[in-house]
């Protein structure tokens, strides 16, 4: 009986059933409608990120460090939201709720990856912007383009060595309750805690490991826009003064934007249990799909070389 209990859990370990994404829990008769606007966000967010892609690609004046630094982030971005955003469309118009365990554990992955790419990509263009407008006559001589390979190597590198040991934590855990996720996607410790089995490590781990690299990152950003602030307001040209502001708000903005959401819903997963379950996976869903859709809008709008490559793009008799 023994040696059958452990052949059951053996396989339930590694061979277990799909799992069954349920959506927004308590607004399932709404899906429909709700992934109206989702749908469209999702396109905004792929024509943006696409559009920027392009135009960094071709165009050889936007092969500058602060522009790699912002194809990468489209790219995180793309990744984030076609990670999720397509399921979740399936679970609301198809009723595709099934995600086998490796579709489960590629999903959380990918998720956690891309969220933790943006953080370390939003610290290197924090440095950018701090040599560009600090040490301006240092600018081309410390970030140089293998500096910049370099740079941008280790921030994937990083994401990867932090993320990775999050499938292992879940694909060691017993499955042998219930296989239904309240949620529109898989994520670390929502799978987590479906396992008949201790999941402190997965608990402690998904919650310091990412979050203190995250921690560290913010405060590194803050120090280098003090740095920048303190530079700007000394600036003597107030076209000057107004470009670096203009730069600097853009960043900020997308600062806000990915930080925000995310944090929220790291929090809420550890301490916020008074929290309504359908305002946390509304909040969840809302973080996968709008970031990657203002991103590109934002820098777009505030960043002159891009918006006037757009309009080019787009008009190219009117730019003549």
């Known amino acids: ?34 992934g109206i606007p989702f749908f469209a966000v999702y396109l905004v967010a792929l024509a943006g990120n696409g559009i920027l892609l ?19 982030l489209a790219s995180a971005d793309l990744i984030l939201s076609t990670t999720c955003v397509p399921k979740t469309l399936g679970i609301f118009w198809l009723k595709a709720q099934e995600i086998t365990f490796a579709g489960c554990l590629t999903q959380l992955f990918f998720l956690h990856f891309s969220f933790s790419l943006d953080s370390a990509i939003l610290l290197g263009m924090a440095f950018d912007r701090y040599m560009a407008i600090c040490s301006p006559l240092r600018y081309t001589s410390v970030l140089t383009p ?11 590198g990083r994401s990867f060595s932090v993320i ?45 490991v990412p979050v203190m690299t995250v921690i560290s990152d913010l405060i590194f950003i803050g120090i280098s826009y003090t740095l920048i602030l303190h530079a700007v307001f000394h600036l003597p ?53 709008i970031p990657p859709a203002l991103n590109p809008i934002i820098y777009g709008v505030k960043t002159k070389q891009i918006r006037d490559k757009v309009i080019f793009l787009f008009f190219p008799k009117d730019m003549q």
């Open 1 to 34: 009986m023994t040696i059958n209990m452990l052949v059951t859990l053996n396989s339930t370990n590694f061979n277990p059933d799909p799992f069954i994404l349920v959506g927004i829990p308590g607004l399932e008769q709404f899906h429909i409608w709700i």
């Open 54 to 72: 392009y135009l960094i690609t071709v165009d050889h004046s936007l092969h500058e460090p602060m522009f790699f630094f912002l194809s990468m």
């Open 146 to 156: 293998s500096t910049v390979v370099k740079i941008m190597v280790g921030i994937v």
């Open 164 to 208: 990775l040991p999050v499938v292992f934590l879940v694909k060691r855990l017993p499955f042998c309750r219930t296989r239904i996720i309240p949620h529109t996607y898989c994520e670390h410790i929502g799978v987590a805690r479906l396992a008949c089995a201790d999941i402190s490590i997965n608990i402690w781990y998904g919650f310091a």
């Open 237 to 289: 040209s107030r076209d000057a003064l107004q470009k670096a502001l203009s730069t600097c708000g853009s960043h900020v903005s997308v600062i806000l934007i990915v930080y925000t959401p995310a944090m929220f819903s790291v929090l809420a997963h550890r301490f916020g249990h008074s929290i309504s379950h359908t305002f946390h996976i509304m909040f969840a869903n809302l973080y996968v799909a």
